[in-house]
């Protein structure tokens, strides 16, 4: 497979289709993309797709606001809808957490965010328990909900190939090709292919993909598990998505009274090796944690679980950038848990700075590979780290 191509994408994730369509967009439609399975079949596929805007900076509190105009108008751009479903986001916080959800809070609404402080009665009035006499804080996002991964994924690679750009499935890129510290192409399962930029999109395998060419950024995979609880009675949408940093977890309502909840964050393992089912004693410990929040669930039922990996850097915030050294790499790597709600604008700005070396649309320039090295990592206002 000689042939060259303006770009070449490594991974067929949410994030790799979309850099792709978002390339072509922009007028770079002679792009290839590999993926060494099917589209979506990683971390996207396991994604519980909670779309919320609370963030401890602007930079992803906007890229969360951003995408979520487009989630709501996907159908439009690319002629699939992305699922797209409005519950509203509650954000439940012990008290000692008050002045920094404020602070976000603040910061967000500066942004154009509508998001809100509210009390204990207006959680009640959600159906969920509030533990005003445990001094909890709440915040509410009405436009926040969930979206579907697969037809996000998809919509994109779809609109990619009306571009006419090339997709391979069950391809897999053994190794990036440089010479004399450029970017020349890939080493693939089918033979070489040559471009002067390769695009790292390859959420848990990027890391030993890019250790071959000298990089490392001490990523870890870590392990996170979804259990799916039915609670037999009541309209399930009835039920917000919830992100409880009191009880350490995030749920959102599923098909029918089916609640999907999601929990841990310190498991590292091994993006080959790990156990893709859900353990019993965590099952035991999230209903019980669920029950103190959502009436009703003790009685539920556990219908199914899974367990995906969260691509985590050293602060939990991903990495958008060219690489210093190695003239056309560029890299969007390192979404933890929070990549799926900003897939539409990180390939918008990924393609902004693969084709203008700075992106416009929201300035990232504080995600770019070299601030570990440099000491400026990014801060969250919270422990619980997916919360970023
Ligand atoms: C359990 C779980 C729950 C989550 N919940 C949320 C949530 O509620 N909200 C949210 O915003 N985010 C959530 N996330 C995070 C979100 O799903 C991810 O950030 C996002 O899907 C990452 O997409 P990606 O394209 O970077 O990675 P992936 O989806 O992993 O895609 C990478 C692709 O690259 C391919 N690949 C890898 N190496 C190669 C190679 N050498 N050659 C060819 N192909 C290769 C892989 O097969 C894979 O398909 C969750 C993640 C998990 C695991």
Redesign the pocket.
Known sequence: MNKSYDALI???????CSIQYNLAERGMNRSLL????VL?????S??????RMHYSNPETAMMAWESLKIFRNFEEITGVSSGYTQTGYLLAVPEHYRNPMLQNLQMQQHLGIDVNEVDSRFVQDLGLNAYPEEAEAYAWEPLSGFAD?YSVTLGYANRSREFECEIQVE???KGISIDRDKVVGVKTTDGDVYSDKVVV?????SAP?LKEVGLDFGIETVR?Q?FLLDRGEGPANKIPIIGDVSLNF?ARPDIGNVIMV?VGEDEVVGPNEYNQSVDTDMLVKTQADLARRIPGLPDASFVGGW?????VTPDWHPILSSIEGIEGLYV??G?????????PMIGQVMSEIILGQESKSVDVSSLGANRFKEGQLMKSRYDMQVLA
């Open positions: 490594v991974g067929g994730g949410v994030m790799g590999f993926e060494k399975d979506g079949s990683g971390s996207t396991r994604s519980q797709a909670i779309l991964p391809s897999e890129v999109a390859a959420g848990p395998w993909l996170h979804v995030s999601g367990s995906g990996l969260f691509t969007a790597i979404f933890s848990g929070h990549g799926f709600k900003l897939s």
